[in-house]
């Protein structure tokens, strides 16, 4: 150990039995007179006893329904594990662990979504029956619209999606230029849409997240690349997230337009049904194709081979069907008016989650792609009273260390401190959760030369490290 | 200059004339057929010329009543700069420098929620009428309450609050122990209020982000310590911000409970009356004082001072309210069920934001905290064929460096690339969408020992440094 490290060691282990790591009155469950101290500010411990992951929900009066929906495996998981708890049909809370993963894919996708030159702005969850009219969707859409009156008796719907929004906002732009164009614009909020049967948990919700962009062109053309260059952004995404994901062609649906994909997760629960060619890339929602077709109408050669899919991304090439409505236009290089060309391109955020967990997860224990998983690291100390107590003191020092020497992984190392149980039962605990690594501190902690156990969900393995190695294996650990 | 930054200076000179700054086909409206490059990635360049922040938004139809509303400076200057767009009434788009803002001052109040030990999680804002009937709120709410029905003819509102909800989720977890109280559930998510009359923009509107957080405490008096620790919570969060905020007496209104205070920006246009003393440091809200008091109730012999305030934040100490309806219960450290003692705190997101460029800024040019400024640095190169052209390459460079060698400004340095446009004009609009920092490459720039011009906008001084001497001083700008 150089000496630089030794004495963060050192300090480390003063804080550690200081009283400001958590504000005292939180290390009980007794109040105390402590003030909150102002400085220095040390970031609190994160405890397993103390974080908000009830695993054991009581469901009052819904326990019957409830258990008839609970259809999939990332649904029971996610309930089990404290990450999401039912609320009215198709709503849920989200939990403080949902809500960090949550948080860091939203970090992926805004990065991806700048990285194509898209601008994040937010438009109202009430949007007015007039704009739906305008584009005849406020019939269209029927009852999966949640419709609302005003104190004046104004009509309003919840937008599922705000293809009549945006292009009302860049319509209102008179002075909009060629030279402004492509112009990329999204939002991730919370969208609504009355399922008649919402289930699968996260996976068909009627209350949920979206990242909904859309794009304005000067051409068929130039609409075409942008299309292009959002796939592309879609597909980064995935890769980023180690999802395999096949991008179909698809029906336009009630949106409209003439040309559109959607971005499946194959899985066993997916509820539509996909055909992809042996042969060549093609690859088509079923929908699409005319029923019992099974050759390939791309390569001619090649069989259609089925499979299902969870749908976690659509887009869709729009033309001028809301533009011209509502009118959004822009000067040309010719200084005249032309009307500009749509784009709108969606992804499921808590869908992904959901469908993430779904297609990774074993029955009993929760997998996340890496990059999103809540915390990266949980830290097992040995039990209370047990033969190897003594590396209790030890584990701590290395949650204070990872924090320090591993500034990315600040606040995203958990110590499991419910020393009253036996590590085997926690270790059960944290792989149900899938934190990527679990630390065992035991008995070769206090070896001479001291190892550290490293549980590594990913690949399954297991390693014993020298701190140095572990440092270095954590430093190697890619975050949002 | 040493050679190691010398070479950080030409690379970035290559950068700046290759072809991946931003996607080719971004420099210009036309659209080329570039394919977009996968690696390496280099940040785009953030260009004033491709920022969505429509200064001058048409209002089809809207012009005269809009006209009418725009009673107050934060609104009239958030609408001309492009930081809002009114939708529906107490409806407004937040556009991307607005967006920027509102997540940057997010992650302060998350860094300061979790100081105290709040941890985040996310409720549905579609809530069941049942709930809220329990509660007595659906009467009492009257026509500030957004209600619908689902397709199954289910009651429900949107949530302008969620003391029900949260009550109910922490009533579900039949194993809470008083080991885990204090416990502080929180969220930062739009709310939904049917206002008589919105106005003032963000300030008083129907559709809004708010934080909202709620505490679970073992006892009366630890329920007052968590109260307390909010309190500090908002102090410091307020501080942070260099926002002067005062703490009054409030009335605790339908929300129920005993005790409460306001948190109160000072502010002309203010909507709440408050009194304070000239002697010791109580204050209040009118409402709570019988009418025409003038004689502090606490010193008894200060007197009181009319004020006017913006409230940005309300906490409420709400007793057994509404964990006894609920049945919130934990077992006590004797193993026997005991009704939790709860408090809520709001925090009004957008409001704040409102209410920030409300008491900072002058009549024509917006002022932000710093912290939470959409973008720090501007920067501006000098008018196309003026008599310094040549300096236009100098200030490419040094947004290049500046990203480089200031790793926490990266993402906001942007380049006034309006150069059809005088210095002068450019200027003007960089003051009125308050930059903390403006810098001007010019003349100076061109002398065999080259000085930056640098507007400091919260002193209103401007200085002439040296390229080092500006990257101390960047350097030294705190970001969130």
Redo the contacts between chains.
């Keep these: 150990m150089e000496p630089a490290t030794h004495q963060t060691w050192r300090r480390s282990f003063y804080y550690l039995h200081g009283a400001f790591i958590?504000?005292k009155?939180?290390q009980?469950?007794?109040?105390e007179?402590a003030a909150?101290s102002a400085s220095p500010?040390v970031r609190?411990r994160l405890l397993v006893?103390?974080?908000?992951q009830?695993s054991?929900?009581?469901?009052?009066g819904q326990e019957s329904r409830l258990a008839g929906q609970m259809t999939c495996k990332s649904q029971r998981l996610m309930q089990q594990a404290g990450l999401i708890?039912p609320?009215?049909p198709g709503?849920?809370?989200?939990?403080?662990a949902?809500?960090?993963s949550?948080e860091k894919l939203i970090k992926v996708i805004d990065q991806e979504m700048?990285?194509?030159?898209g601008?994040?702005?937010?438009?109202?969850?009430?949007?007015?029956a007039d704009l739906w009219k305008a584009s005849e969707r406020w019939d269209l859409m029927g009852?999966e619209l949640?419709?609302?009156k005003?104190?004046h008796r104004?009509d309003?719907c919840?937008g599922p999606t705000h293809e009549e929004?945006v292009t009302t906002?860049v319509?209102?732009?008179?002075?909009?230029?060629?030279?402004?164009?492509?112009?990329l614009?999204y939002q991730i909020?919370?969208k609504?849409r009355?399922e008649?049967k919402p289930r699968f948990g996260l996976l068909r919700g009627?209350?949920f997240y979206m990242k909904d962009m859309y794009s304005f062109?000067?051409?068929e053309?130039?609409a075409n690349?942008t299309y292009e260059?959002v796939c592309?952004a879609y597909s980064?995404l995935f890769a980023r997230l180690s999802l395999r994901c096949v991008q179909v062609q698809a029906d336009t649906g009630n949106i409209g337009g003439t040309l559109s994909h959607e971005f499946q997760l194959p899985a066993d629960i997916g509820e539509d049904h996909l055909l992809l060619c042996g042969s060549c890339s093609f690859s088509a929602n079923a929908e699409t194709l005319s029923s019992g077709r099974t050759d390939c109408p791309q390569c001619n050669t090649g069989s259609l081979v089925e499979s299902k899919g969870i749908e976690v991304g659509h887009t869709f090439y729009l033309g001028k069907k809301y533009s011209h409505i509502f009118k959004a236009t822009f000067s040309s290089?010719q200084n005249k008016p032309a009307t500009a060309e749509m784009g709108c391109y969606g992804l499921g955020v808590t869908r992904i989650l959901a469908a993430a967990i779904e297609v990774m997860s074993t029955e009993e224990e929760i997998r996340w792609p890496g990059l999103i998983a809540p915390y990266q690291v949980c830290v097992l100390p040995p039990k209370k009273g047990s033969r190897v107590d003594k590396a209790a003191v030890f584990a701590e020092e290395l949650v204070q260390t990872l924090g320090e020497a591993v500034p990315h992984l600040r606040g995203e190392v958990v110590l499991d401190d419910r020393t009253h149980m036996t590590i085997g039962k926690r270790l059960k605990d944290a792989n149900k959760l899938g934190y990527p690594y679990v630390i065992v501190v035991g008995q070769v902690a206090l070896e001479e030369n001291p190892k550290i156990e490293v549980v590594c969900q990913q690949t399954g393995e297991t390693m014993f490290l020298s701190k140095d190695g572990l440092l270095d294996l954590l430093g190697r650990v890619e975050t949002v």
């Design positions: 958590l504000p009155r939180f009980s469950g007794q109040a007179h909150v500010r609190p006893s103390r974080l908000y009830p054991n929900l009581r469901d009052v708890h609320s009215n709503c849920y809370y989200y939990l403080p949902a809500v960090r949550m700048h990285e194509i030159g601008q994040k702005l937010d438009m109202p969850s009430l949007c007015s009852k949640f419709r609302l005003d104190r104004a309003y919840l929004a906002l319509a209102h732009q008179t002075t909009l230029s060629y030279k402004q164009l492509p112009l614009l909020t919370r609504f009355d008649p009627r209350e062109d000067v051409s053309e130039a690349q260059s592309e980064r290089a």
